[in-house]
């Protein structure tokens, strides 16, 4: 070429528009071959001049120190080690004294289940079914008493049930009284509600004689078991519909009150239903699921 420093300083500064592009930067150094690619002091650019501090480290995409600090892991010993023939260290430290009868409270995770820890590793309650197995126990203590507390309704509600099940109201309504639900017979296929317990809605009421009447239908056999089983399907219901729900908050003290009444119960590991309450993940299984062993 007749010019070729001006046409190698083109293509030169072409390459590195191109990189800085790619690179996400906003700034290109256009600078000529030769004595222009050095700075008065001598030194080219680029280059720190003499007695400056290294430039600063790119935190890259994760700026808090944890991420940002190259760390390399010592690597974690998955067998017995040459050096003695001793297996792996558990991870983790011990878990902090114990403050409910299920271990140490760590808190609530999502509005729904309370994190604890216990020496076998990490412990799960769903608080929904926890306290529905504490309201269980308590109903059915109280069917075996006094008449349960109950509230008028100010306009009386009216269920059509069907006529077997309307029928089958004569042997339930005095169980029905003992939880705070006053029903008579309305029609020959319509109950009457006029009283509720306090903790029950209009709607949970009319399922909740629905249910009982329809398991009444279907029961036969010695009257003393039936009514067992009446007792333990209505206590049931009841339990289930003033249960506190999922996706409800608790503070640190009506969670810890919550697990002490669960612990008093008759079974703390089961709902009336059958689900589980409790869910343990020891350390080991941890451990053995993350490759620490």
Do not use: W
Not at 69 to 77: G, I, L, S, Y
Not at 132 to 150: C, F, H, K, T
Not at 167 to 184: C, M, S
């Amino acid at each position: 070429f007749a010019r070729a420093r001006q046409v190698f300083g083109a293509v030169e500064r072409a390459l590195r528009r191109g990189v800085a592009a790619a690179q996400g930067r906003v700034e290109v150094r256009n600078v000529e071959i030769g004595e222009a690619q050095r700075r008065p002091d001598g030194q080219g650019y680029g280059q720190p001049a003499p007695g400056s501090p290294p430039p600063a480290r790119d935190p890259g995409l994760f700026p808090h120190p944890v991420y940002s600090t190259p760390h390399v892991a010592e690597p974690v010993p998955t067998g017995p080690s040459a050096g003695g023939g001793q297996a792996a260290p558990r991870s983790g430290a011990r878990p902090g004294a114990p403050d409910t009868p299920f271990g140490r409270l760590i808190g609530q995770y999502r509005a729904s289940f309370l994190l604890l820890e216990d020496e076998e590793g990490l412990v799960i309650v769903d608080q929904h079914v926890a306290h529905e197995r504490v309201l269980y126990d308590r109903i059915r203590a109280q069917l075996a008493g006094a008449p349960a507390p109950s509230q008028r309704l100010l306009e009386p509600l009216l269920v059509d049930v069907g006529e077997p099940r309307a029928a089958a109201l004569e042997r339930v309504a005095p169980l029905l009284e003992r939880a705070g639900l006053e029903v008579d017979r309305f029609a020959p296929d319509t109950v009457r509600v006029s009283a509720v317990p306090p903790d029950l809605d209009r709607e949970g009421a009319a399922r909740l004689v629905e249910e009982i009447l329809e398991r009444a239908t279907g029961l036969d056999g010695v009257p003393e078991r039936v009514t067992e089983l009446l007792e333990e399907e209505l206590a049931a219901g009841l339990a289930c519909r003033a249960a506190i729900k999922v996706n409800h908050p608790l503070d640190p003290a009506k969670q810890r009150a919550l697990l002490a009444d669960l612990a008093r119960t008759a079974n703390p590991h089961r709902c009336p239903h059958g689900r589980p309450i409790v869910l343990r993940l020891s350390q080991e299984e941890m451990e053995r699921r993350l490759g620490r062993r």
